[in-house]
């Protein structure tokens, strides 16, 4: 039994359950609860605050988890980040209020900065010879400012409009973050045997996502142009159609290039495109 800890509330949380869903864990999450069974996998599910997430990963009341890089390197606790998640991404910023000039990293020496990321915060200013004050509050760090209470913030942006709706401003980026997971540094074997199960059911996840399953229609004649221009995984599979001269052709291209492909195909004949999504990719 491999147990995983997940944010029970807030911008980690239904990104995680997703993965663990899509990963074909079935979870009954009962609304509310702290702890969850999956019922086709050897898997428990611990709801919590996201912050403690590492210390519980550390103390083996949980196994692994999922939680942002900032977090993770801010608590400072001897886990493995064993892979980048790629959702909710976000950067770890300082901020000022939007009326100030701001001339380099300077400013900052001798200032009050609030922030819920002391760890991060100070290693970075140390880093670059600064010496400010740092005060650390657990949450709404960005009415700091307002209120009297810090000259900056240092804390995470992801669109901005929190700043913005604050009256602050982006000045210096510490770090860019995303969710990731996380394990125990010394699991047992039967546990780390499950993890790799885990791994491997969401690396064939995120594979899938990068890629898109192709269709198209073809005069025979133009088969070998556009099977140059599709960088399938092997040799795409082609299909003759009823109607005489003319074949159906299938492949997997990489999302990235989609566009760019799909107007290759056109030129080169292609009709009938259809792009589908795959939902699992095992290579
Ligand atoms: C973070 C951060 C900001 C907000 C920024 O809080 O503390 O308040 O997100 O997002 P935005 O740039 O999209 O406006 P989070 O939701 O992670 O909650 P927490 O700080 O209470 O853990
Ligand atoms: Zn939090």
Redesign the pocket.
């Known amino acids: 039994m491999l147990r995983i800890a997940i944010q029970k509330s807030?911008?980690l949380s239904q990104e995680s359950l997703d993965l663990i869903m899509e990963c074909n864990i079935k979870v009954n999450n009962g609304k509310g609860k702290l702890k969850s069974n999956a019922v086709n996998f050897p898997m428990e599910i611990l709801y919590l605050r996201?912050?403690d997430i590492p210390g519980y990963v550390a103390d083996h009341v949980a196994d692994i988890g999922i939680a942002g890089l900032n977090v993770v390197l801010e608590k400072g606790k001897n886990n493995r980040v064993v892979m980048q998640l790629g959702f909710s991404k976000c950067r770890l910023c300082l901020a000022i209020p939007k009326e100030i000039d701001y001339d380099g990293l300077e400013f900052f020496s001798g200032k009050n900065i609030a922030t819920?990321y002391p760890n991060l915060t100070e290693g970075y200013l140390k880093e670059k010879g600064i010496k400010a004050d740092i005060h650390e509050i657990s949450?709404s760090?960005?009415i700091a400012p307002g209120i009297g209470l810090a000259d900056a913030i240092c804390?995470?942006?992801?669109?901005?409009?929190?700043?913005i709706s604050n009256g602050l401003k982006e000045v210096e980026t510490i770090m860019s973050s995303e969710a990731v997971l996380i394990a125990n540094a010394d699991l047992p074997a039967e546990k780390e045997m499950i993890l790799e199960q885990f791994l491997f059911r969401i690396n064939a996840v995120q594979k899938a996502k990068s890629f898109k399953y192709i269709l198209l229609n073809a005069p025979n004649d133009k088969i070998d142009q556009i099977i140059d221009i599709l960088p399938g995984m092997k040799s795409p599979t082609v299909v003759p159609l009823a109607m005489e001269g003319w074949s159906s052709l299938h492949s997997v291209i990489n999302e990235e290039k989609f566009w760019e492909i799909i107007d290759h195909l056109k030129q080169a004949g292609a009709q009938g495109i259809l792009v589908v999504p795959i939902e699992k990719m095992i290579l």
Do not use: A, K, Y
């Open positions: 807030g911008r996201d912050d819920s949450g760090v960005e804390d995470i942006v992801s669109s901005g409009s929190t700043l």
